[in-house]
């Protein structure tokens, strides 16, 4: 049994994730929060497997005061917001995973959480976007530099997040051979000879990821 904490300042979107949730087996809701002094406490007192939070609840200071609260709960940010300051806030702080409202169905929202409690990282599609965008901005002159199409570039996100082949199609919607596909253009457009190589090379050019 996955135990959740599902912290939200909307009742409504909260009670949303809590029915969601609570129709699966294997995971419960143990408790709600709708503030950062409330989460922390609920943290303390239930150490869930799995926190769902807005990274922008009231009274929070940061993601890693929620890691320092209760360790080893995954952190997965739910929210409505998509710009790429705020994923890589999220990701920096510790987040495993990024969920953006309206980008995840139920049954997709349940597999998320499983995945946060087996230490799978985990980011809806336009999160995936949203970081890369982030990579470009930020460090423009060297994500330039690799001769990869967008679409390349947010396959190769996922694949230096250590997601398989399967997890990413699952990710971006798109059939495992397709991935397979982006995946054997990315090594001949890096010179790659490895998975591991190809990670390297990515990293070494996104001072974020590393």
């Not at 790429?84 to 169905?105: C, F, K, N, S, W």
């Not at 990282?121 to 990869?148: K, M």
């Not at 947010?154 to 997890?167: T, Y």
């Not at 397709?178 to 591991?196: E, F």
């Amino acid at each position: 049994m996955i135990r959740v904490v599902v912290a939200e300042q909307n009742p409504v979107l909260r009670f949303g994730l809590r029915t969601l949730l609570s129709a699966a087996s294997h995971i419960t809701v143990v408790a709600e929060a709708a503030d950062g002094t409330e989460v922390v406490e609920r943290l303390r007192t239930h150490r869930p497997d799995v926190l769902l939070v807005d990274i922008q609840l009231p009274k929070l200071a940061s993601l890693t005061d929620l890691s320092a609260a209760s360790t080893g709960t995954r952190i997965v940010v739910v929210t409505g917001h998509d710009d790429p300051d705020v994923v890589l806030r999220a990701i920096a702080e510790g987040a495993a995973g990024y969920l953006v409202h309206g980008q995840y169905t139920t049954g997709e929202l349940v597999n998320f959480v499983a995945d946060a409690a087996r230490e799978r990282p985990i980011l809806s599609r336009s999160a995936v976007t949203a970081l890369v965008n982030g990579f470009r901005g930020r460090h423009g002159p060297p994500l330039v530099t690799l001769p990869l199409t967008p679409r390349e570039r947010e396959v190769m996100a996922l694949v230096a997040l250590g997601l398989s082949n399967r997890e990413i199609a699952s990710r971006l919607v798109v059939s495992e051979k397709t991935v397979k596909n982006h995946v054997h253009h990315i090594y001949k457009r890096l010179k790659a000879t490895s998975r591991q190589h190809a990670i390297t090379l990515w990293r070494e050019n996104s001072p974020v990821t590393s």
